[in-house]
């Protein structure tokens, strides 16, 4: 159905809405869902309040790239052995070192 919602429940009636949500936020799973989500939220948000963002890291002569142009290189070409042509729509490393990749 539209937006998520259940099938018993209407988008466009407000009412109908406005009771599943009622029901939704006294749920004790959802109650713990989002207990659990603050609690990571809050770690995240203490993590970024820790790093002083007007510090300067790296200090030193600051190399200047803007004048090379900009340049890749191919160090692999992956082939799909489906016959159907199909195209990648999200890539993932392993974070072990780079050398496993999934491909969707």
């Known amino acids: ?16 809405t406005m009771r599943f949500l009622k029901k939704t936020e006294k749920d004790e799973e959802y109650i ?15 993590q970024n309040n820790a790093i002083d963002i007007y510090e300067e890291y790296f200090t030193g002569d600051a190399v200047d790239h803007s004048g ?13 052995p489906n016959s159907l042509k ?4 999200c890539i ?9 990749v999934a491909v969707s």
Do not use: C, Y
């Open 32 to 46: 713990r869902t989002i207990k659990g989500l603050g609690e990571s939220l809050e770690h995240m948000i203490r």
């Open 86 to 89: 199909r195209t990648a729509t």
């Open 92 to 100: 993932s490393w392993n974070p072990d070192g780079g050398k496993k």
């Open 1 to 16: 159905s539209e937006g998520g919602w259940p099938k018993d429940v209407d988008h466009l009636e407000i009412e109908q």
């Open 68 to 80: 090379e142009a900009p340049s890749a290189k191919t160090l692999t070409v992956f082939r799909d």
